[in-house]
């Protein structure tokens, strides 16, 4: 196993670029600034089947999405429904053990809450080591549609430099790498 650590982008947006893919960028950034190497991948330009052998080399996923009536896209939610977590016949987990960040996107600070969802989904449906709490960013975050305002990039690359570390630490562990779900 190599020291590095492989951080995986997903954007769940329905166009290419954008303010998720512009968060997620920058959460990405702050994983590359603590040694991780980084990938993203946007819902609305590859294959799901690509996505998914992805997250087989992948040691942590940050998973990104505008919010749409009070939860993450219908993009997502059908990649994590084709996403199996070994259990019932299922061969493959490619998720379990592994770390994970959420950042969503939003017109207003009313759905911050909407992260919680996704963060328990990933917790117990595929016993992911999900970094807390999850990110959200409305459009006062943004300084246009792909710049992040000085604040919330420092806050995106802080949440970056926390999943790298709460990669390594995953990764350093048997116990946590073995939880599985939790049914």
């Known amino acids: 196993m190599s020291d590095r650590i492989r951080v995986l982008g997903v954007v769940a947006g329905p166009e290419p670029g954008g303010r998720t893919a512009t968060a997620v960028a920058g959460l990405l950034d702050g994983a590359a600034g603590a040694g991780a190497d980084t990938r993203s991948m946007e819902l609305s330009q590859v294959p799901t089947a690509e996505v998914l052998a992805a997250f087989a080399d992948a040691d942590a996923v940050v998973f990104g999405s505008p919010v749409y009536r009070a939860g993450h896209t219908a993009a997502l939610r059908a990649l994590l429904e084709a996403t199996e977590r070994g259990r019932w016949g299922e061969p493959t987990a490619p998720l379990q053990g592994k770390a994970a960040a959420v950042v969503l996107t939003g017109a207003s600070g009313h759905h ?47 949440h970056g430099r926390a999943l790298a570390d709460l990669t390594r630490a995953v990764r350093a562990s048997e116990a946590l790498r073995a939880i599985t779900p939790v049914v």
Do not use: M, N
């Not at 016993?127 to 006062?140: F, I, K, T």
């Open 112 to 158: 911050f809450l909407a992260v919680d969802g996704l963060r328990s989904v990933l917790a117990g449906f595929f016993a992911v080591q999900v970094l807390s709490p999850g990110l959200y960013l409305d459009h006062s975050g943004y300084a246009d549609r792909s710049t992040l305002t000085p604040e919330s990039a420092g806050l995106a690359a802080a």
